[in-house]
């Protein structure tokens, strides 16, 4: 799944900006998009640089000091931020960058691969959410969601064509 969504990255006119990791399905993304043909940015914290899980392949490898200021160095970097299935630092990342949205601090999609449903119970709950009055329905259209990359990403940049720049 994770190599399937980084060859449609690049197929889509994408760069991918991530963990910087080397290991998991990160690495895995990470490798198949460079095997693509794409352009890789990891940001990742000298904690876990200094542990030996930098992708020492990658295009550029962004060094910072902290977890946050990778996040915010992350959110600078890209045009939209998709989660893969993953464990609590995936769900971490995404519901910030989710909230960031919510807030206004930034403009850009944010969206699930629900490859083989493993977002499904996510996105019901958003949506238990919503009726019981957690959410409103503009915050609720903030989580694009998709089972296929290339549908997930004709839905967060309905614009992209494939001579359009990486949208990163």
Known sequence: MAARAGAALVAGGCDLVYGGGRIGLMGV???????????????????????????????????????????????????GFIALPGGFGTMDEFFEALTWRQLGLH???????????????LLRLFDDMLEAGFISSANRALVVSASEMPALLARMFPDLSASAPGCD
């Open 29 to 79: 993304l990470a490798d198949a998009v460079l095997a693509a043909g794409g352009r890789v940015t990891g940001v990742i914290p000298q904690s876990l640089a200094r542990a030996e899980l930098a992708h020492p392949g990658i295009t550029e490898l962004v060094v910072v000091a902290s977890m946050h200021e990778r996040k915010a160095r992350m959110t600078e970097l890209s045009d």
């Open 107 to 121: 403009d850009k999609p944010v969206g699930l691969l629900d490859a083989a449903g493993f977002f499904t119970p």
